[in-house]
């Protein structure tokens, strides 16, 4: 057993669950110790968005990086707290797995950072009619990155948690893994993120939705914790 200080506040805990179902990545120490880094990264047009979210993760520290499109990068600090998820995470077979545990640990916000991520939204009516008032149209998401179980999870969770209808299917030359959401799910499920969309996100969301992020950085004290910890080297000490 080792101790371990432990830093993230279950805002910050949201921010990684979301961005792990989108860009995020997470990457195990590679000389087998406890610290695991979060790993942000996002197109010259996403630089505002990319900002914020390192906000909300202000007290890790992060270098930052730029590559010769524009992409943002942002690497933090190894969280030894972060290691058991890496591990349920990147399970095998080059996919992310989902667990139905991960899946009930979300909340709107986390459900936000991913649509702001990997999310689009397509308008198809601007409210002209009464039927539509506020605009319509459809909210859909890349899934090809997550295992084929856990997109069927997803849709399951989407449905019994939210009460929104969900499909995955295959589309387009590469058969990339696409999840659906119908007419009236899009729109309620715009109403429960809308809170949580950074200002340079809105526009993914209908007219009648932005303006309405409040979302302030939340820090906690860091705590030490007892953790497993691997065995590296065993030897005498000199006296």
């Not at 953790?227 to 065993?234: G, M, S």
């Amino acid at each position: 057993m080792a101790t371990e200080t432990h830093r993230l506040s279950e805002q910050q805990w949201q921010v990684v669950l979301g961005s792990l179902l989108g860009d995020g990545n997470l990457s195990p120490n590679r000389r087998g110790r406890s610290g695991v880094r979060f790993r942000l990264g996002h197109g010259a047009a996403q630089r505002d968005y990319l900002d914020w979210k390192v906000s909300l993760l202000g007290n890790i520290d992060c270098s930052r990086r730029e590559n010769g499109k524009g992409a943002v990068f942002a690497d933090f600090t190894p969280l030894p707290e972060l290691g058991e998820l890496q591990r349920a995470v990147y399970f095998g077979g080059g996919k992310k797995t989902i667990s139905w545990e991960y899946l009930k640990a979300l909340t709107p916000l986390a459900l936000a950072i991913w649509f702001m991520d990997d999310g689009t939204f397509t308008l198809r009516s601007k409210g002209l009619q009464a039927r539509t008032a506020g605009g319509s149209g459809r909210v859909q998401f890349c899934i090809e990155a997550l295992s084929e179980g856990s997109r069927d999870r997803l849709v399951s969770y989407l449905r019994d948690t939210w009460g929104l209808a969900t499909a995955w299917r295959r589309v387009g030359t590469n058969q990339k893994a696409v999840l659906t959401f119908d007419t009236a799910s899009s729109r309620r499920f715009l109403e429960l993120v809308a809170p949580y969309v950074h200002e340079s996100m809105h526009y993914k969301l209908l007219a009648d939705l932005r303006g309405a992020c409040e979302v302030r950085p939340e820090f906690v004290t860091p705590v030490r914790r007892t953790v497993p910890a691997r065995i590296l080297d065993i030897h005498v000490k000199p006296k």
